[in-house]
T-cell receptor
Framework: NAGVMQNPRHLVRRRGQEARLRCSPMKGHSHVYWYRQLPEEGLKFMVYLQKENIIDESGMPKERFSAEFPKEGPSILRIQQVVRGDSAAYFC??????????????FGPGTRLTVL | AQSVTQPDIHITVSEGASLELRCNYSYGATPYLFWYVQSPGQGLQLLLKYFSGDTLVQGIKGFEAEFKRSQSSFNLRKPSVHWSDAAEYFCAVGGGDDKIIFGKGTRLHILP
């Protein structure tokens, strides 16, 4: 049973470009969470999605960031017009039943975004 | 507001020595507490979690943690560390608003 998969593992973008980060949850998991980890910081919650629904996006910046989890295919975190401050590691986690902390979340290896 | 403090940014111990990583939290009600480990270039792996019941929680890889309400602490312990335990450790707290707050992490170094 494959774990949570994220790609790409490393992504380099120039300022103003778009970044698309993909997350394939574990088989059978329908709940996905995105976190951002800045250097020397812990993880910060961004958004919680179920299939075709955004449940909680309170941790996501209002501008330039969006997330989706379609019926088919991976979850996508999209960052438009990237700036240097977007450079971070972005982690995806999935869980089978939801309820963000009662249900163990399984983390992917992360995507390290570097904005030049 | 919920918060988590990990006072030690770096900890160095010798292989075979005992380990204690500190975690203090701030939360108005009974918290849900977690410890995660992150190896270099990897995602986070759950070591253990506390929801209720016995305040001494056993986890994977020989780790345990004790919830002390009076001290608002949830320290992680291991009686004898192995070189493979070198990693970054994150304490986290969750609560009624359904959010998980992570500490900034403690990086563990192991001396041979």
């Amino acid at each position: 049973n494959a774990g949570v998969m994220q790609n790409p593992r490393h992504l380099v973008r120039r300022r103003g470009q778009e970044a698309r980060l993909r997350c394939s949850p574990m088989k059978g998991h329908s709940h996905v969470y995105w976190y951002r980890q800045l250097p020397e910081e812990g993880l910060k919650f961004m958004v919680y999605l179920q299939k075709e629904n955004i449940i909680d996006e309170s941790g996501m910046p209002k501008e330039r960031f969006s997330a989706e989890f379609p019926k088919e295919g991976p979850s996508i975190l999209r960052i438009q017009q990237v700036v240097r401050g977007d450079s971070a590691a972005y982690f995806c986690a999935s869980s089978p039943w939801g309820g963000r902390f009662r249900d163990t979340q399984y983390f992917g290896p992360g995507t390290r975004l570097t904005v030049l | 507001a919920q918060s988590v403090t990990q006072p030690d940014i770096h900890i160095t111990v010798s292989e075979g020595a005992s380990l204690e990583l500190r975690c203090n939290y701030s939360y108005g009600a009974t918290p849900y507490l977690f410890w995660y480990v992150q190896s270099p270039g990897q995602g986070l792996q759950l070591l253990l979690k506390y929801f209720s019941g016995d305040t001494l929680v056993q986890g994977i890889k020989g780790f345990e943690a004790e919830f002390k309400r009076s001290q608002s602490s949830f320290n992680l312990r291991k009686p004898s560390v192995h070189w493979s335990d070198a990693a970054e450790y994150f304490c986290a707290v969750g609560g009624g608003d359904d959010k998980i707050i992570f500490g900034k992490g403690t990086r563990l170094h192991i001396l041979p």
